[in-house]
């Protein structure tokens, strides 16, 4: 069975500091590791995948399968990025059902 | 930027009564989804959908939901008789094909949230 692990609902980190949210993951197979966001009062959205390996409005994530571990980071925190940030897993390959975590809550502080 | 439609937005229902919930996916993709998130809890996988057929489903999706692409724009989930705990918002997503067999990322809807009473 897929399950995706956010330890912490809720991650509170003042603006300019570094942000860590935290995913890990069980599969068995070869899975996909994607970060998704949701703003206040809008749609869930792909905010960045492991296999593109490039970084989204400052964050990155790297997939470490021998922690199989996926954690968001990003050095400097902005009010901006205050939102609900959802780690998800899918099959590599073909039509596939999403997986998601729990949720974490990023609230930056002024 | 095309997106995904979902109506209505939020549904109110008696137990025991039908819902349809009704999404337009984006135009040229092939593949449809619906999850839902019940509050405070996390977005649980329903039914995948490719081709006018189910490819996938939880165990969620028991007998009492349904998935119809009545019209080759429409994405419809059916609950004939809801439940309390069908409480939930609802959202559809919709992915288009990448090389290799892979689909893109899932593009989703603002969520048709359902109170059941």
């Known amino acids: 069975a897929q399950r995706v692990t956010q330890p912490e609902k809720l991650l509170s980190v003042f603006k300019g500091a570094p942000v860590e949210l935290k995913c890990n993951y069980s599969?068995?197979?070869?899975?996909?590791l994607f970060w998704y966001v949701q703003y206040s009062r809008q749609r869930l959205q792909l905010l960045l995948r492991?296999?593109s390996r490039e970084s989204i409005k400052g964050f990155t994530a790297d997939l470490n399968k021998g922690e199989t571990s996926f954690h968001l980071k990003k050095p400097f925190a902005q009010e901006e990025d205050s939102a609900m940030y959802y780690c998800?897993?899918?099959?590599?390959?073909?039509?596939?059902?999403?997986?998601f975590g729990i949720g974490t809550k990023l609230q930056v502080i002024p | 930027e095309p997106e995904v439609t979902q109506t209505p937005s939020h549904q109110v229902t008696q137990m025991g009564q039908e819902v349809i919930l009704r999404c337009v996916p984006i135009?040229?993709?092939?593949?449809f989804y619906w999850y839902r998130q019940i509050l405070g809890q996390k977005v649980e996988f329903l039914v995948s959908?490719?081709?006018?057929?189910?490819?996938?489903k939880s165990e969620i999706f028991d007998d009492q939901f349904s998935v119809e692409r009545p019209d080759g724009s429409n994405f419809t989930l059916k609950i004939r008789s809801t439940k309390l705990e069908d409480s939930a918002m609802y959202f559809c997503?919709?992915?288009?094909?990448?090389?290799?067999?892979?689909?893109?990322?899932?593009?989703f809807g603002e969520g048709s949230r359902l109170t059941v009473l």
């Open positions: 997503a919709s992915s288009g094909p990448l090389a290799g067999g892979r689909t893109g990322e899932l593009f």
């Open positions: 599969y068995s197979g070869s899975p996909e």
């Open positions: 492991h296999i």
């Open positions: 998800a897993l899918s099959h590599s390959g073909g039509y596939q059902k999403v997986t």
């Open positions: 135009s040229n993709h092939l593949y």
């Open positions: 959908f490719y081709n006018n057929e189910i490819s996938e």
